[in-house]
């Protein structure tokens, strides 16, 4: 175990800010088009469009005029135009047009603020931070999300409650039996802990439900009666600041964090199905392999889904009782738990 990173107590941990100088998702790559799409990262309204070419670009929530959203606009030729009064923006942030300028006037000289903003892995990734950094600092990667031997399944994660609350449910193995028939692993023992300035590593070792070794063994995501217990290492890391999961080979699991506010955190669930323990599939040509990792998109929803739907709740109570009284404090006993908090307050801190 590495030496664990100092960082100051004083800072309340839920009411720590983000370090801005990251890449965050604020939405998947299939929900951005040439309407623009409002999203909110860390108190920050974003308008999300693409130009006639296809490209991504991130402007400012906020016409220079009125201050009005420009998401409620509309995008001509590559620029947003404001639904108010018909000033349009360029992808750079400037003005470019006011449909009653008279003769006489000349075009404001305004800006709105443009974001670095990336697509990859199926997702719009947003780096609110400095902008001289955001070439500097890559995306997390999700190599699994084209990789032909990975069937993908996303969930949304919409909680009424700060990061840290979700990042601790999510590194926190001891909760399992809250999910009942949807529960993927049993008996976790934590075992070591990992820790820097920029990532937890958190090994337990475990029980999962869940083998995929046969052509069938997929149907086990669907009928609960074909699963059985064996033993696997189950491995849980913050790699500040989003979370990856691996439960032995056959499964991978990304969140991706888009903290809102102090008391709201949006997140994107990611599981991938591992086909690697079957040889023969891998000898088919890729055009068929690519129709049949497309054609099992999703096939975990229902698991994923059910998830969510039993921790948002969890997440959510722990907000309200620290809300209602924020000098009680809990009795943690999770070693990974503390780790987490230190690294939250290190990078809020940066």
């Known amino acids: 175990m590495n030496a664990p990173v100092s960082a100051s107590p004083r800072l309340d941990i839920r009411l720590a800010g983000i370090n801005p100088n990251h890449w965050y998702v604020v939405a998947r790559a299939s929900e951005i088009t040439d309407q623009p799409m409002g999203v909110v990262l860390w108190k920050q309204?974003?308008?999300?469009?693409?130009?006639?070419?296809?490209?991504?670009?991130?402007?400012?929530?906020?016409?220079?005029?009125?201050?009005?959203?420009?998401?409620?606009?509309?995008?001509v030729e590559g620029e947003l135009q404001c639904a108010y009064h018909g000033w349009r923006v360029n992808s750079q942030g400037q003005c470019s047009a006011v449909p009653y300028?008279?003769?006489?006037?000349?075009?404001?000289?305004?800006?709105?603020?443009?974001?670095?903003?990336?697509?990859?892995?199926?997702?719009?990734?947003?780096?609110?931070?400095?902008?001289?950094?955001?070439?500097?600092?890559?995306p997390l990667g999700l190599p699994e999300w084209d990789h032909l031997n990975y069937i993908a399944?996303?969930?949304?994660?919409?909680?009424?409650?700060?990061?840290?609350?979700?990042?601790?449910?999510?590194m926190d193995m001891y909760h399992g039996h809250l999910h009942h028939e949807l529960q993927a692993w049993a008996?976790?023992?934590?075992?070591?802990?990992?820790?820097?300035?920029?990532?937890?590593?958190a090994h337990y070792n475990a029980q999962s439900y869940y083998r995929i070794d046969k052509i069938w063994s997929?149907?086990?995501?669907?009928?609960?009666q074909l699963r059985q217990l064996h033993p696997e290492p189950l491995d849980v890391s913050y790699v500040y600041p989003h979370w990856i999961s691996r439960l032995g080979d056959d499964f991978k699991i990304y969140c991706l964090f888009c903290p809102v506010s102090e008391d709201h955190t949006r997140a994107y669930l990611v599981h991938f199905t591992s086909l690697n323990a079957f040889p023969k599939l891998h000898k088919l040509s890729p055009r068929f392999r690519l129709f049949l990792k497309n054609s099992l998109f999703g096939s975990a929803q229902?698991?994923?889904?059910?998830?969510v739907l039993q921790d948002v709740?969890?997440?959510?109570?722990?907000?309200?009782?620290?809300?209602?009284?924020?000098?009680?404090?809990?009795?943690?006993?999770?070693?990974?738990?503390?780790?987490?908090?230190?690294?939250?307050r290190t990078q809020a801190q940066v």
């Not at 399944?153 to 999510?170: G, K, Q, W």
């Not at 976790?188 to 990992?194: K, P, R, Y």
């Not at 229902?302 to 998830?307: H, K, N, P, T």
Request: hydrophobic share 40%.
């Open 101 to 138: 300028l008279e003769a006489d006037q000349k075009l404001p000289n305004v800006q709105v603020r443009r974001y670095p903003v990336k697509e990859q892995d199926g997702f719009i990734w947003v780096f609110p931070g400095d902008a001289a950094l955001a070439e500097k600092i890559s």
């Open 187 to 201: 008996f976790a023992e934590l075992d070591t802990i990992d820790e820097t300035e920029s990532r937890i590593d």
């Open 302 to 307: 229902r698991l994923l889904d059910g998830l």
């Open 45 to 75: 309204a974003i308008a999300l469009f693409r130009d006639p070419q296809g490209q991504i670009h991130a402007l400012e929530d906020r016409c220079p005029h009125r201050f009005v959203k420009l998401s409620r606009g509309c995008v």
């Open 153 to 170: 399944t996303v969930s949304v994660i919409d909680a009424r409650a700060h990061f840290s609350y979700l990042i601790e449910n999510l």
């Open 313 to 344: 709740p969890m997440i959510e109570d722990e907000q309200q009782a620290y809300s209602e009284n924020p000098n009680r404090r809990p009795h943690e006993l999770n070693r990974a738990l503390i780790s987490v908090q230190r690294l939250i």
């Open 218 to 224: 997929v149907a086990q995501l669907f009928i609960p």
